[in-house]
């Protein structure tokens, strides 16, 4: 009765362990792990010749290209000059979301360029730049 028994038990385990493996393998199917992939037609933009004290605004169009949602987790800039409004919500695959960068010339002069960036989140992270330019004319500039 002994050896009927332990065949029985070495059969329950050897169900378990293949039940287990196939189970581990469609949860790997169904959960891709796609980078982030994502489309983004022009990562610069000009304003060209502004007046001291003028406000800008460009939409920075983002595409995103992958097979899982896209989220933007943190902005980056390095003035108070510039402003960027996005979308809080995640990204669709094969959805389009747009990146408002607003940039305040008060107290800038000459030629000014501000970088963006954004830390954007899928299946993995993967920083995106964004540049904008203008060249700032003032009716009186001291330099000390």
């Known amino acids: ?19 287990g493996c196939a189970r581990s393998q ?10 982030v992939a994502v489309s983004m037609p022009d990562t610069f933009h000009d304003f060209g010749s502004l007046r001291a004290g003028e406000t800008v ?18 902005v ?3 003035c108070g000059c510039v402003a960027v409004h996005c979308t809080d919500k995640p990204v669709q695959p094969g959805t389009t979301a747009f990146v408002e960068v607003t940039f305040n010339s ?22 995106v730049s964004l540049t904008v330019a203008a060249q700032v004319e003032n009716d009186l500039f001291i330099n000390p």
């Open 1 to 19: 009765m002994s050896g009927k028994c332990d065949l029985l038990f070495i059969g329950v385990l050897a169900y378990i362990a293949v039940a």
């Open 26 to 35: 469609r949860r790997a199917d169904t959960t891709p792990d796609t980078p």
């Open 57 to 74: 605004s460009y939409n920075f169009r983002m595409v995103n290209t992958g097979q899982s949602e896209l989220r933007i987790e943190k």
């Open 76 to 78: 980056e800039t390095a």
């Open 106 to 127: 008060s107290g800038e002069h000459g030629h000014v360029v501000q970088q963006i960036r954004l830390s954007l989140k899928a299946a993995n992270r993967k920083e």
